[in-house]
T-cell receptor, first 116, second 111 residues
């Protein structure tokens, strides 16, 4: 079956530091890949997505590249701010079959704490 | 503004009681989903519905029930059979092949 593995947190950084959150996946079909962000007490917000190999998703200074050869979708940001403190979830959606269409498989989430 | 509204934000359940969590969307999305989130874990799918009057079990459906009588509504009932209901519950919807859009969640606790 499909699965997503992401690095454990918490990740603690100073403001303006470089952030990387590793995410790898296994999938039987042709997944789309997503990063969602969750701020305390809130639901999930889509941060970025990629739908095919070599696509790069980007938003708010965050980037992730769909690497089929390494089955990875690592999230990066060059200079984090205190406001980036949140939990980040990597997820995949396998649209290859009718049964799995639209269903998201999530990683466990990585908490990021940015200090001033 | 279009979006998903979950209510209530906080809910308390007594032993042996069923409780219902509301999820309403005005995005005209066909598909709707319920997830459970436990501390330090990712989201796990409880039930989903791709069309009105139809729904399927997700990975952890035991102790839960749903209905989909209207396109915009997908309520989740946590029954007394769910022995560990304390969690954060998230509802999502999806239209076409766009990413899922989430509500702000309901936090359920046991009295």
């Amino acid at each position: 079956g499909n699965s997503v593995t992401q690095m454990e947190g918490p990740v603690t950084l100073s403001e303006e530091a470089f952030l990387t959150i590793n995410c790898t996946y296994t999938a039987t079909g042709y997944p789309s890949l997503f990063w969602y962000v969750q701020y305390p007490g809130e639901g999930l917000q889509l941060l970025l997505k990629a739908t095919k190999a070599d696509d790069k998703g980007s938003n708010k200074g965050f980037e992730a590249t769909y690497r089929k050869e390494t089955t990875s979708f690592h999230l990066e940001k060059g200079s984090v701010q205190v406001s980036d403190s949140a939990v980040y979830f990597c997820a995949l959606s396998d649209v290859g079959t009718t049964d799995s269409w639209g269903k998201l498989q999530f990683g466990a989430g990585t908490q990021v704490v940015v200090t001033p | 503004d279009g979006g998903i509204t979950q209510s209530p934000k906080y809910l308390f359940r007594k032993e042996g009681q069923n409780v219902t969590l509301s999820c309403e969307q005005n995005l005209n999305h066909d598909a709707m989903y319920w997830y459970r989130q436990d501390p330090g874990q990712g989201l796990r799918l409880i039930y989903y519905s791709q069309i009105v009057n139809d729904f399927q079990k997700g990975d952890i459906a035991e102790g839960y029930s749903v209905s989909r009588e209207k396109k915009e509504s997908f309520p989740l009932t946590v029954t007394s059979a769910q022995k560990n209901p304390t969690a954060f519950y998230l509802c999502a919807s999806m239209g076409g092949h766009q990413p899922q859009h989430f509500g702000d969640g309901t936090r359920l606790s046991i009295l």
